[in-house]
């Protein structure tokens, strides 16, 4: 049914591929983790140079540890604390070149050298975060930032 997609190369254009391949994964889905267990394969099997892709969910006013690809992680985080907690605090894309320098950065995997982590809601709600881990430096740029958050839009549509 899916096979590993070879993408061109070009940045932009592959984005846009894999947006529309988390469309077509999860348009006649009902089920959230399915949905969000198939965005973070996706993300896998896209992205270069990663080690951990997966989503945190807000529930009872902290972060839980949902579906992902990587190693073990962190089961819960504090609002505010460490970068998914900000991202939720400060209601923004976190894009961290060197999580070391990062105020109170949570090192679930010592190999992170870089992340960044997209907020999710549902409708006016906190729903949780997109979190992505690089074991390089200044893995992710403006343009990373630019399309995990439309993916990430694209993504809320099919949330529950």
Known sequence: MFQATAYSGDKVKDYELLIKQLTALSEEETDTTAILSNASALL???????????????KEGELVLGPFQGLPACIRIE???GVCGTAIKEWK???VEDVSAFP?????????QSEIV????KGNEIYG?????SPFKS??????????????????????
């Open 44 to 58: 896998n099997q896209f992205l270069d140079d990663v080690n951990w892709v997966g989503f945190y969910l807000w």
């Open 79 to 81: 609002y505010g604390k």
């Open 93 to 95: 894309t976190q894009l």
């Open 104 to 112: 109170g950065h949570i090192a679930c995997d010592s190999a992170s």
């Open 118 to 121: 997209v907020p999710l809601s």
């Open 129 to 133: 975060v997109l979190d992505i881990d």
């Open 139 to 160: 893995r992710f740029d403006e343009t990373d930032k630019i399309y995990l958050e439309k993916f990430a839009g694209e993504l809320e549509k099919f949330l529950n």
